[in-house]
């Protein structure tokens, strides 16, 4: 025998669908709580739910960064001598850690020890005019 969903699960699995897909904007809520009385059957509802999304993916929110306002501060971050003394003094415990727990000989010291050497500041040369080139040098130096 082969029943569906009764009448308030159906409601309420259209509201959580609704819910799931209402905003994509980065940090907006989704979701919610399905507060229905003991002996309605919410566990049923709730796994009617995952079937159905099975597989779909979720909407990815918009950026919501403002891409020249990113570069503006970053330049500033550079120019900044107050900000390499703070970033310097941040990465003390940082090198403490590297230098006391790794092996010299390691590809993980020597690969902190380049981007140590490429990223403590300043930042006033070349290597560094933009937060996207910062982030692929730290990624490519990092990667195993």
């Keep these: 025998m082969v029943q569906g969903l009764f009448r308030?699960?159906?409601a309420s699995l259209e509201a959580m669908h609704k819910?799931?897909?209402?905003?994509?904007?980065?940090?907006a809520l989704r979701g919610g709580?399905?507060?229905?009385a003991p002996g309605l059957g919410k566990t049923i509802t709730m796994l009617a739910m995952i079937v159905s999304t099975?597989?779909?993916?979720?909407?990815?929110p918009t950026e919501f960064w403002d891409?020249?306002?990113?570069?503006?501060?970053?330049?500033?971050?550079?120019?900044?001598?107050?900000?390499?003394?703070d970033i310097a003094k941040c990465l003390i415990p940082i090198n403490r850690w590297v230098r006391n727990k790794l092996k010299k000989k390691s590809p993980g010291y020597r690969?902190?020890?380049?981007l140590?050497?490429?990223?403590?500041p300043s930042y006033r040369d070349d290597r560094l005019q933009s937060?996207?080139?910062?982030?692929?040098?730290?990624?490519r130096v990092m990667r195993p």
Excluded: K
Aim: a negative charge.
């Design 54 to 60: 099975a597989g779909m993916r979720v909407r990815n």
């Design 67 to 85: 891409e020249e306002a990113v570069q503006r501060g970053w330049e500033s971050l550079r120019l900044n001598d107050a900000a390499d003394e």
């Design 131 to 139: 937060l996207s080139n910062f982030a692929h040098h730290v990624r």
């Design 116 to 120: 140590q050497n490429y990223v403590i």
């Design 111 to 114: 690969a902190y020890i380049e």
């Design 33 to 36: 709580i399905l507060g229905d």
């Design 19 to 27: 819910a799931e897909n209402r905003c994509t904007n980065f940090g």
């Design 8 to 10: 308030h699960q159906l």
